[in-house]
């Protein structure tokens, strides 16, 4: 199709492609992505496919070129209610400029101020890599799917918020960035070769453990703007654990062949690193910067260690929930070892 | 362990591998004999859990951590405080001391976050970008806390209830035109997704910066398909796939960024320009949220494009090169009546108007390649043979 309206040659056949009149009507919260998935426009099973840019719904163009491998069948990367994570993403956007009371530092035992600032420069690494992996893995998801391409635009933006949010921290109370701390398990989520594999890691184990050490934020938090940190952050996680839940959840459901490959990629996962890709807890450290946190100094440290011991436990108690809710409970027989000293029996 | 069951067999190489680890002798006897599996022990042993907290573990005696993190030799003291309250604690706030000195080139393989103490053995994450003057924008710090100040929501920013019916023909050239800008905002942000895991930890801001352009085009590929599903038309022609396809091949980051710049500029023109083609308060301000959001994109851009120029003089003939191959595809997509077509209708103000809408189009056409030369001048390159194709427009002979 080649015309030149500003010479006067004129095609319009692009007029007469619409045959189905759609007006998406708005809800209470919105024209959402949720409204405007509709008619021959809505997310279906089986749909015309072509791995071209078209999004779903576009009339396909004769001749256009294709862009590279994506997944051909919604069930590798789909997640029920990834448009309304989506657009509560959006909703939930938050500023560690303006909204952390940065106000409420202040100056704290030195101790204490190296243990959380050896907490933030770890957490500032797995952040880091937490934003790498979504972007890796956009251009795999088809058009017909965009929606979960979204999300993860979401969750590009909210990793690197608090890759900024935690070296703001860090840098921000007379500290500074201290060990590198992130240790075993980050590549494992850059390795992934499948977008499942790479949610389940990242999304389920990963986020899963850093979600809980961060509703554990008021125990850890010496200051108001520490635990707000904490409890933002926890927030945007728990977006991020919803899809990978809800993605394993279809998975299994929609190719339940699939399960012992799932239960292989925990394996590997679990058999290399005591948190996954949510930072090695075992490397001293974090386990020392968070045993002292939890503990209130170094005098009570051993106290820490207990805390810190119920927090493990209860990373451990919550991954084996989620998997149960996705459909994987027998997950808990084949534990791997770092894991099942921490599961409740 | 059940009661006259025998003691599972240790093997001299866990042993050794405990006493790597700093175990006491007889300390893993001593697990099994309270209780503890030979599985959970060679978890332990697994993740290096060092000899003190396991015997801490066992014995709940009073830990002795070694703390030697809090003794790592990195900057002590320094203080980020807001320069700006309106704008609160920003990234660049805390680019403080020898937090903030970027290094020309970042040495280090892992994920390392700069400005902390590495850690010895820790793997390398494959990152290919450590020159500082392929990603770096003095700017990148500010551009990305005015991304974050300046968030809108496509759900509930924009008057969705404020629709009303269009004539048939220019629902239709709505719906074609964000059909085609919907697609072409979210293929640049999966574009541009696949090159963060190539970006090293010494260009963080950076890093931040792109997170929040690709956050901000699929916002915008979002807003436009709901635009095209909300009033009555539906989505039309699939964008010409040329363009899009010559950013996906490009080999290297400032490949990319100079391809890039060809569409990111005449988009911004386009979209500053949507006065002349916005039929009603809700596209008005659409466009306006997105020539926003692409000021930021175009200002790293042009700032990226300046630095890499002064920093790296013998690679600047080479751009003419990713810059035609854009301004090329770019020429015989607008070509395309599904893309020209539209903003004619839309300009003309109807089927009845496309005579004036053709001219009102050339004018825009000129429009977006005086100021995409603009831009480039701005980073201090001057784009001495536009591609013909765009070049007719500037001298009035689009159609050649």
């Known amino acids: 199709m080649s015309a030149a309206p500003e010479t006067g040659e004129l095609d319009l056949s692009w007029l007469d492609l619409y045959d189905e009149p759609t007006a998406a009507e708005p809800t209470n919260k919105g024209l959402t992505l949720e409204a405007i998935d509709i008619g021959p426009y809505a997310s279906r099973d089986e749909a015309p496919r072509d791995m071209t840019s078209r999004l779903r719904g576009a009339k396909p163009r004769e001749g256009a070129l294709r862009q590279g491998l994506s997944y051909q069948t919604r069930a590798d990367v789909w997640a029920d209610q990834c448009r309304s994570l989506y657009e509560e993403a959006v909703q939930r956007q938050w500023s560690s400029a303006r909204d952390i009371p940065w106000d409420t530092l202040h100056e704290l035992p030195d101790e204490t101020e190296r243990a959380m600032c050896q907490l933030s420069t770890m957490l500032a690494e797995v952040e880091f890599i937490a934003g790498d992996v979504p972007g890796q893995w956009l251009p795999a998801i088809s058009g017909e799917e965009f929606e979960v391409g979204l999300f993860l635009t979401t969750q590009i933006m909210d990793e690197a918020r608090h890759a900024d949010v935690f070296r703001k921290r860090a840098l921000a109370n007379g500290g500074g960035m201290l060990a590198q701390g992130a240790a075993l398990g980050l590549r494992n989520l850059l390795d992934a070769k499948d977008f499942t594999e790479m949610s389940v890691l990242m999304h389920v184990q990963a986020e899963g453990f850093v979600q809980s050490m961060f509703r554990m934020g008021e125990l850890i938090g010496p200051t108001q703007a520490d635990k707000r940190i904490f409890r933002m952050a926890a927030q945007d996680e728990s977006r991020h654990l919803a899809f990978g839940v809800m993605h394993l959840k279809h998975v299994l459901t929609e190719t339940p062949e699939r399960r012992e490959e799932i239960h292989h990629y925990l394996d590997k996962a679990e058999g290399e690193a005591a948190a996954g890709g949510g930072g090695d807890v075992t490397f001293p450290p974090v386990f020392e910067s968070l045993a002292l946190l939890l503990g209130g100094g170094k005098g009570r440290f051993d106290e820490g260690i207990a805390k810190l011991l119920l927090l493990r436990k209860r990373q451990v108690k919550e991954y084996l929930h989620r998997l149960d809710v996705a459909g994987l409970g027998d997950r808990r027989e084949r534990l791997g070892p770092a894991l099942a000293q921490f599961a409740d029996a | ?400």
């Not at chain 2, 007889?26 to 859990?49: C, E, P």
């Not at chain 2, 595809?329 to 599904?338: K, S």
């Open chain 2, 1 to 400: 362990m059940a009661s006259g069951e025998a003691p599972p067999e240790i093997t001299d190489s866990v042993r050794q591998q405990a006493s790597d680890l700093g175990w006491e002798d007889g300390l893993i006897d001593r697990a099994l004999a309270q209780g503890h599996a030979l599985q959970v022990i060679l978890g332990a042993l697994q993740t290096n859990v060092g000899g003190a907290q396991a015997k801490a573990f066992l014995d709940q005696e009073r830990s002795n951590p070694s703390l030697d993190w809090m003794t790592a030799p990195t900057e002590w003291g320094v203080r980020g405080t807001p320069s700006d309250a309106e704008m609160g604690l920003q990234i660049g706030d805390v680019m403080v001391g020898s937090y903030g000195e970027i290094p020309d080139v970042w040495t280090n393989r892992t994920e390392i976050a700069r400005g902390s103490h590495p850690a010895e053995g820790q793997e390398d994450m494959g990152y290919t970008i450590f020159e500082k003057a392929i990603v770096w924008t003095d700017s990148a710090p500010s551009l990305y806390e005015r991304a974050i100040r300046d968030r809108w929501a496509a759900a509930t920013d924009l008057g969705w209830r404020s629709l009303e019916a269009l004539p048939d023909e220019i629902e239709r050239a709505i719906c074609q035109l964000l059909t085609e800008q919907s697609e072409r905002a979210y293929a640049e942000a999966t574009v541009l997704g696949r090159w963060l895991p190539e970006i090293s930890y010494g260009f963080v801001e950076v890093k931040l910066f792109l997170g929040s352009v690709i956050y901000d085009l699929g916002r915008h590929a979002e807003a436009f398909r709901k635009r095209a599903l909300a009033n009555g038309g539906g989505l039309g022609l699939q964008a010409p796939s040329h363009f899009i396809r010559g950013a996906i091949e490009a080999r290297t980051f400032p490949e990319l960024m100079a391809y890039l710049f060809v569409q990111d500029s005449t988009l911004l023109t386009l979209f500053g320009a949507a006065q002349d083609f916005a039929q009603n308060q809700l596209e008005r301000d659409l466009y306006r949220f997105v020539a926003a959001d692409r000021e930021r994109i175009m200002e790293y851009q042009i700032d990226r494009l300046s630095s890499f120029l002064e920093k790296l003089p013998d690679r600047r003939a080479e751009q003419n090169r990713y810059l035609r191959k854009a301004e090329v595809r770019l020429a015989r997509e607008w070509r395309d009546a599904a893309v020209s077509e539209p903003l004619a209708l839309l300009l003309g103000g109807g089927e009845q108007g496309l005579a004036a809408g053709g001219a009102a189009l050339t004018q825009l056409r000129r429009r977006q390649i005086e100021e995409y030369l603009a831009h480039l001048e701005s980073a201090g390159f001057t784009r001495e043979r536009l591609h013909s194709g765009l070049a007719a427009y500037l001298e009035g002979e689009p159609g050649a």
